[in-house]
T-cell receptor
Framework: NAGVTQTPKFRVLKTGQSMTLLCAQD?????MYWYRQDPGMGLRLIHY???????AKGEVPDGYNVSRLKKQNFLLGLESAAPSQTSVYFC????????????FGQGTRLTVV | AQSVTQLGSHVSVSEGALVLLRCNYS??????LFWYVQYPNQGLQLLLK??????LVKGINGFEAEFKKSETSFHLTKPSAHMSDAAEYFC????????????FGAGTRLAVHP
């Protein structure tokens, strides 16, 4: 059972480079989320989606873009990476919002030098 | 708006001692509350959740939490700590309608020593 799969697992970028993180879920969930995890700050919501073709801003959306062209995939893009975007990124999905359990991927460790 | 405050970024207990991890929330609507656990180099997994059915919620691995509306709290407890409980614990809040996104606290790292 795959659940939520994130690719890549590790990446090093130079300042100014761009990249896309891919999240795929096989549970037919409506909601998908991107978080970043930094020491002492917990998980902060970057963007989320409540269904195919929809996206919404979270707590820290600046410097990131997202797309949800297919229900099972949620892409997170960094157009011009900055050292402040060095973090561990987690994708999650849930059947609905509200009281539904969120299922998490294993994370992507991104370093921007 | 919704937010979560976890008191104590690090908690250390002896094996067999009571575990108490504190969480206070703020929500403009009736909240749904969650505790998630993260083991090293892994994603998060659900321990338990409150959805208004019962104020005392039992979860996996012997953990439980009590929803106290008057105190806006949802503290996590376990009567007797095991070495395997060492991990980072996150409290989270969600709601209905326009407040349906999942917002996390800063986390509490639990250390269990012999």
């Amino acid at each position: 059972n795959a659940g939520v799969t994130q690719t890549p697992k590790f990446r090093v970028l130079k300042t100014g480079q761009s990249m896309t993180l891919l999240c795929a879920q096989d549970m037919n969930h409506e909601y998908m989320y991107w978080y970043r995890q930094d020491p002492g700050m917990g998980l902060r919501l970057i963007h989320y989606s409540v269904g195919e073709g929809t996206t919404a801003k979270g707590e820290v959306p600046d410097g990131y873009n997202v797309s949800r062209l297919k229900k099972q995939n949620f892409l997170l893009g960094l157009e011009s990476a900055a050292p402040s975007q060095t973090s561990v990124y987690f994708c999650a999905s849930s059947l609905t919002g509200g009281s539904a359990e969120a299922f998490f991927g294993q994370g992507t460790r991104l370093t921007v030098v | 708006a919704q937010s979560v405050t976890q008191l104590g970024s690090h908690v250390s207990v002896s094996e067999g001692a009571l575990v108490l991890l504190r969480c206070n929330y703020s929500s403009s609507v009736p909240p749904y509350l969650f505790w998630y656990v993260q083991y090293p180099n892994q994603g998060l997994q659900l321990l338990l959740k409150y959805t208004s059915a019962a104020t005392l919620v039992k979860g996996i691995n012997g953990f439980e939490a009590e929803f106290k509306k008057s105190e806006t709290s949802f503290h996590l407890t376990k009567p007797s700590a095991h070495m395997s409980d060492a991990a980072e614990y996150f409290c989270a809040v969600s709601g209905s309608g326009g407040y349906n996104k999942l917002i996390f606290g800063a986390g509490t790292r639990l250390a269990v020593h012999p």
